[in-house]
C-alpha cells in the first residue's frame, strides 16, 4: 500500500520559514510527479506546488512564488517544500501528492495523497 507521510509542520511567526517533508513508501517514487496542496479551515484544497518527475519543471501558485521552492530527491523517494517569508494567509493544513503522469494543479489529478501536516503562522 502506497503511503505519503509529511512532516515538519508546526506554528512558525510570519516572516519565518518552515520545510515540509513527504516520504514515500511503496510508491516508484522517480515515475510520479508530486505535487503540495494546502486546505484552509472552511475553504476548498488549493494548489501550492508542484514537481516534475525529473525535477526540471516546478510551478507555484502566485500566492507563494518567490517565497515558497520546492525540490526532490528522488533516491530518498521525498519532495520537500521550503516556505519562506511566511504570512498568517499560509496557515493550512498542508498535504502532499503523487500523479503518475505530468503534474496538474487540480487535486482530483492525483492517486495518493497524504495526511497532511498542519502550519500556523502567528503575526
Known amino acids: 500500500q502506497v503511503q505519503l507521510v509529511e512532516s515538519g509542520g508546526g506554528l512558525v511567526q510570519a516572516g519565518g520559514s518552515l520545510r515540509l517533508s513527504c516520504a514515500a513508501s511503496?510508491?516508484?517514487?522517480?515515475?510520479?510527479?508530486m505535487g503540495w496542496f494546502r486546505q484552509a479551515p472552511g475553504k476548498e484544497r488549493a494548489f501550492v506546488s508542484a514537481i516534475s518527475r525529473s525535477a526540471i519543471i516546478t510551478d507555484y501558485a502566485y500566492s507563494v512564488k518567490g517565497r515558497f521552492n520546492i525540490s526532490r530527491d528522488n533516491a530518498k523517494s521525498t519532495v520537500y517544500l521550503q516556505m519562506n517569508s511566511m504570512k498568517p494567509e499560509d496557515a493550512a493544513l498542508y498535504s502532499c501528492a503523487a500523479r503518475s503522469s505530468t503534474y496538474s494543479l487540480f487535486p482530483r489529478a492525483y492517486n495518493y495523497w497524504g495526511q497532511g501536516t498542519r502550519v500556523t503562522v502567528s503575526s
Open positions: 511503496r510508491l516508484a517514487f522517480s515515475s510520479y510527479s
